[in-house]
């Protein structure tokens, strides 16, 4: 006969952890709001660092202009920029990024081409480290609404990394952000830079929404409005000059629209995951209550029997 003990010891368990599940699921969509938030404040000033750069472009034949983040040099070294979580419990966020990593690395290997790593977030780290990969720089511990100083410190390492020759190329791994229940590992090249990255498109916001009591994420696309420089601007220093001193900017907004998304992506996975193990915790909760009560009224039928046995024995 089961232990009547041992279950309702087993119920109280699971309802404790569901009470834990819930309370994260709670608190990651709450970080999605803030990363909602932030995501928002930020935009302005990249829609206006897009727009300079957009006029700039018209303005200068970057083929002539001789910018060391735009040269292109036979690749022999390749730094792989991985980002991932510091914490686990969010689904398979940090298994697919890295393991679309050791792919891209895998491909370059092939090739012959060195593969450095530049890590950010402890799981990345520990799992590289294991692995004895060369790393070329971790970062971990950073805030899970990342901050545009976090990305310049980032930045301002990976372009030094191509600037010295370390490396001729430097390829961006996270996750882009699709919606609540997807996102998905990609690879994108930062350095060198190309005419291409630095177009004006139309930017999307997360957004975080309730239906039907519970949390959803959708993405919204904005439209960037682009006006021209008016044809007789005159430039009181060489656009290239210009041009050199905003890249910077430009690397940084970049990789803090990537944090962004790999933030968003992993608090959206966090949240699902936990409302999946409310879930399965309300329903080990019904059927340990059934196994309880089935156990409970078996114990009494037999006391019932022992009872009347020792009736009739008299």
Request: glycine letters at 4%; one cysteine or more; charged letters at 25%.
């Amino acid at each position: 006969m089961p232990n009547l003990k041992a279950i309702r010891d087993r119920i109280q368990s699971v309802k404790n952890t569901k009470k834990i599940t819930e309370a994260m699921r709670l608190v990651a969509a709450a970080k999605v709001r803030r990363a909602q938030e932030q995501v928002i404040a930020t935009r302005p000033f990249a829609d206006a660092l897009a727009q300079v750069l957009y006029n700039l472009q018209n303005r200068l034949a970057f083929a002539d202009a001789s910018l060391p983040l735009f040269e292109e040099r036979e690749v022999k070294a390749v730094a792989l920029l991985v980002i991932t979580g510091d914490r686990g419990l969010c689904g398979g966020y940090n298994t697919n990024v890295i393991r679309r990593a050791e792919q891209r690395a895998k491909e370059l290997t092939a090739q012959g081409i060195e593969v450095q790593f530049v890590l950010v977030g402890r799981k990345a780290t520990q799992y590289f480290e294991r692995r004895k990969a060369k790393i070329a720089a971790s970062y971990i511990n950073l805030n899970q609404i990342p901050t545009a100083a976090e990305a310049a410190e980032i930045a301002d390492s990976l372009v030094a990394l191509f600037l010295s020759a370390a490396v001729d190329r430097v390829e961006l791994i996270y996750t882009r952000f699709v919606s609540l229940i997807s996102s998905k590992p990609v690879v994108q090249t930062l350095f060198p830079l190309t005419t291409q990255g630095l177009e004006v498109k139309d930017d999307e916001i997360f957004r975080v929404i309730t239906r039907g009591g519970k949390f959803q994420v959708e993405r919204e696309k904005v439209a960037a409005e682009v006006s021209s420089f008016p044809q007789d601007m005159i430039f009181e220093q060489d656009p290239v000059q210009i041009l050199d001193a905003l890249l910077p900017l430009y690397n940084t907004n970049q990789l803090l629209r990537a944090l962004q998304e790999s933030a968003a992506s992993e608090l959206a996975a966090r949240m699902t995951a936990m409302s999946n193990a409310s879930d399965n915790a309300g329903q080990l909760i019904g059927t340990l209550t059934l196994s309880y009560n089935k156990a409970r009224q078996a114990a009494i039928t037999q006391e019932l029997l022992e009872v009347v046995a020792g009736s009739n024995a008299l």
